[in-house]
């Protein structure tokens, strides 16, 4: 098993920028599939961004520019670095590791201000 804890979220105004942070329980060396995905109220959870073990990423259009994956296989971390946030960007971002079966963190709280 994995978990997954999610820190780094907050309140912002528009413009600024957070780094989320994700710390698994065990490492993430051998985990090819990890990423970032958000959900709205009312709104379907959608993915944000993805990494590969080998660094591999993909992006949703709507952050290509302005979000950044990055991962610290020593560490056992991912990261997302969010950039030019916007007011849709307000969401609760969740954190997921695919590792035979698919993984969830409890989620952490964005909100930015217009």
């Known amino acids: 098993q994995v978990q997954l804890v999610e820190s780094g979220g907050g309140l912002v105004q528009a413009g600024g920028s957070l780094r989320l942070s994700c710390a698994a329980s065990?490492?993430?060396?051998?985990?090819?599939?990890m990423g970032w995905f958000r959900q709205a109220p009312g709104k379907q959870r959608e993915l944000v961004a993805t990494i590969t073990s080998s660094g591999s990423t993909v992006y949703a259009d709507s952050v290509k520019g302005r979000f950044t994956i990055s991962r610290d296989n020593a560490k056992n971390t991912i990261y997302l670095q969010m950039n030019s946030l916007k007011p849709e960007d307000t969401a609760l971002y969740y954190c997921?590791?695919?590792?035979?079966?698919?993984?969830w963190g409890q989620g952490t709280q964005v909100t930015v201000s217009s």
């Open positions: 065990r490492t993430i060396f051998s985990i090819n599939d």
């Open positions: 997921k590791a695919r590792w035979f079966s698919d993984y």
